[in-house]
C-alpha cells in the first residue's frame, strides 16, 4: 500500500490518500485515508448532481434507479454567502451537512470511480489520528502545531494549514469535527450490526463526530472524545434548504465535516451498502418521505453523468465569493 492521487472522473479534481496500517489486536484491517478532509471544491461537484437528477427525471425515457445503483444529492443551498459564511475559500473543508449526506457523498464518488469509498469507523479514525502514538497525552503547545481549536481562529480555516501527523495527514483535530460510522445495517429489519470498535457500545439514534473543532477544547479534540447528535435533534432541521441532507441552525452541527476511506478489495456494491446505507430504520423512513416531496433527487451514477458533471456544477450558484 502506497499514497496515492484520485481524480474525480468528469473534473479536474484530485485528492490524495495516505495508507494506515492494520491492527490485529483491535481487528482493523490497512486502509486508506483522505490526506485532507473534503474540501468544499470537492463536494460541491457531488451537490452540483441535484440539477443533474431532477432533469434526468424529467426525460421519457427515465426509470428509478435500483436502490443499490441510486445516489441522493441535496437540494441548492439557499444561501451559500450564509450557509458557509466562515469559509474563506473552496479549499476549506465541507461542512454543514448530516451523516446521511457525508455517506451519499462516498457512494456518489465510489460510483464515479469503481472504488470502495466510505466513511471511516470509528476505530478506523482513532487508528488515523493516533498515527502510531498513544495520542492522549498531547499538551496545548504541542497540539497547536497541528490542529485549529480554542476559537484560535473565528472559523473554519482551508486544508493543510497546519502541520501533519506523523502518517502526514492533516486536520485529524480541530478545525472542523468528522463523521465517523459506529454501526451499519445487517440487512435484517430493526437490527444493526455493531463493526469492531472499543466504543462498540453506541448504535443509532446516536451519530457520532471526532476530533474537534476550531471552537472546541482542547480534550474535545483528543481521539477518545466524541460529539453526539441525537434522533431528536435532526428534527430541528432548518426550513432553507429544504433538504434532509444539510443540518439545521445548532451552531456546533455546522463544524462537522468529513473524509473518506478506502478500504482494501474492489468495489462490491451490496456489501458497500451497509457503510452508505441508514443504519436506523425510522430515519431511513423520514429520508424516503422527504425525497417523495422534492427534498434532494436521486438518481444513478454512470458514465453518462460524467458528461452532464461539468455543465452542472459550471451553472450552480457560486458558494464562496
Not at 451498502?273 to 441508514?278: A, E, L, N
Amino acid at each position: 500500500m502506497v499514497p496515492y492521487s484520485q481524480n474525480i472522473p468528469g473534473t479536474e479534481i484530485e485528492f490524495e490518500m495516505i495508507p494506515v496500517p492494520g491492527d490485529p489486536y483491535r481487528k482493523i484491517q490497512p486502509f486508506w485515508i483522505g490526506k485532507f478532509e473534503v474540501t468544499l471544491r470537492e463536494y460541491r461537484e457531488y451537490a452540483a448532481m441535484y440539477s443533474v437528477f431532477k432533469a434526468d427525471r424529467t426525460r421519457p425515457d427515465f426509470t428509478e434507479p435500483d436502490r443499490v445503483d441510486a445516489v441522493s444529492a441535496p437540494t441548492e443551498v439557499y444561501n451559500p454567502q450564509d450557509r458557509f459564511a466562515g469559509a474563506e475559500s473552496l479549499q476549506c473543508p465541507a461542512y454543514s451537512m448530516t451523516l446521511f449526506a457525508a455517506k451519499q457523498y462516498t457512494k456518489w464518488l465510489s460510483l464515479l470511480t469503481d472504488r470502495p469509498y466510505r466513511l471511516p469507523l470509528e476505530s478506523e479514525w482513532i487508528k488515523a489520528c493516533k498515527a502510531g502514538g498513544t495520542g492522549y497525552f498531547w499538551k496545548d503547545d504541542q497540539l497547536r502545531k497541528l490542529a485549529f481549536f480554542n476559537l484560535e481562529t473565528e472559523g473554519v480555516q482551508p486544508v493543510g494549514s497546519k502541520a501533519p501527523n506523523p502518517l502526514g495527514i492533516y486536520d485529524m483535530q480541530g478545525n472542523v469535527s468528522e463523521w465517523v460510522i459506529t454501526s451499519f445495517p445487517t440487512g435484517r429489519p430493526g437490527r444493526e450490526e455493531r463493526p469492531s470498535t472499543k466504543h462498540s457500545e453506541v448504535l443509532p439514534p446516536v451519530w457520532i463526530a471526532k476530533g474537534g473543532n476550531f471552537a472546541s477544547r482542547l480534550e474535545e479534540c483528543l481521539p477518545a472524545h466524541r460529539f453526539t447528535i441525537t434522533e431528536d435533534e435532526w428534527d430541528e432541521e432548518a426550513t432553507f434548504p429544504n433538504s434532509v441532507t444539510w443540518l439545521g441552525s445548532y451552531s456546533d452541527r455546522t463544524k462537522i465535516g468529513f473524509r473518506v476511506v478506502r478500504q482494501l478489495g474492489e468495489l462490491d456494491k451490496v456489501e458497500m451498502s451497509k457503510f452508505w446505507d441508514v443504519a436506523n430504520p425510522s430515519y431511513d423512513e423520514l429520508i424516503e418521505f422527504k425525497l417523495e416531496s422534492g427534498r434532494g433527487a436521486r438518481g444513478s451514477v454512470d458514465k453518462e453523468t460524467f458528461g452532464k458533471m461539468k455543465d452542472a456544477s459550471e451553472n450552480m450558484q457560486a458558494w464562496i465569493d
